[in-house]
């Protein structure tokens, strides 16, 4: 793993965001695995700077994101896929055919899994960008997911329906289930690329760094990873 820790969560978007950018420009057909949550927010904001600035162009970029709620339609403002038009998509020239997300209003949610197992398959990420959950889940693979799942349905735990409860109006609005890539598909990438901010994640940080490699932290798999990036800020590293 390697470590940097930063000074806040500015700091910590502009170095993952240059990560991400290298990894586009430097691969003739980057595969990005994006990510969702207020982690990511930042980075994006910087991505689309450089779109912006004329230093960057997504049109060769493929983009494969982590997970989806089950039954929140695609237009309901809080579905991974308005996320992405907000924060990321609708302000790059990324080619939105070119853009995955597993459909969480899917009939048959296992054939969904299934078929987002295989697309990733065939579209290895160059990058993963990931956040982390207070409870050390990835992507929603929760504590006890093992790593050798690849997409599936998760039930929520209640901390992440908590957590999470922020983006909706109520606890009882948050989806309880989700469809997740798994551990196998994370860790399938070349660079695995984990964000972090904020005391509240300071104990996950913890786990997933100095904790045994053990599906109760499923982050601390990434201590196996060829190349797993780890940035984050003062106070996640607090305990470390
Ligand atoms: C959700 C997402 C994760 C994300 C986590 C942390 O559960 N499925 O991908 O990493 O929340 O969210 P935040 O970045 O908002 O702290």
Do not use: W
């Amino acid at each position: 793993m390697k470590i940097t820790i930063v000074e806040n969560y500015g700091e910590m978007s502009k170095e993952a965001a240059k990560i991400l950018a290298a990894a586009v420009k430097d691969n003739l057909k980057p595969v990005l695995g994006l990510a969702t949550g207020g982690t990511p927010v930042g980075v994006y904001r910087e991505l689309i700077e450089m779109y912006r600035n004329g230093e960057i162009s997504f049109k060769n970029v493929t983009a494969a994101n982590l997970d989806e709620y089950v039954g929140l339609d695609a237009e309901s403002p809080q579905s991974y896929v308005s996320f992405m038009k907000s924060n990321l998509f609708g302000h790059i020239d990324i080619d939105p055919s070119k853009t995955f997300i597993p459909d969480g209003k899917a009939k048959d949610l296992q054939k969904e899994c299934d078929r987002y197992t295989e697309l990733l398959a065939d579209i290895p990420r160059t990058v993963q960008l990931l956040g982390l959950g207070s409870d050390g889940h990835i992507g929603f693979n929760e504590p006890g997911t093992p790593f050798t799942r690849h997409t599936h349905i998760a039930e929520l735990t209640q901390d992440t329906v908590k957590d999470n409860s922020r983006f909706f109006a109520s606890m009882d609005e948050v989806p309880r289930k989700a469809i997740t890539m798994g551990i196998a598909d994370i860790v399938s990438a070349q660079t695995v690329l984990l964000l972090a901010s904020g005391k509240n994640k300071a104990r996950a940080v913890y786990d997933m760094i100095k904790g045994e490699v053990s599906e109760d932290c499923p982050a601390s798999i990434l201590q196996r990873h060829p190349n797993a990036v780890i940035i984050i800020d003062k106070e996640a590293a607090q305990l470390l």
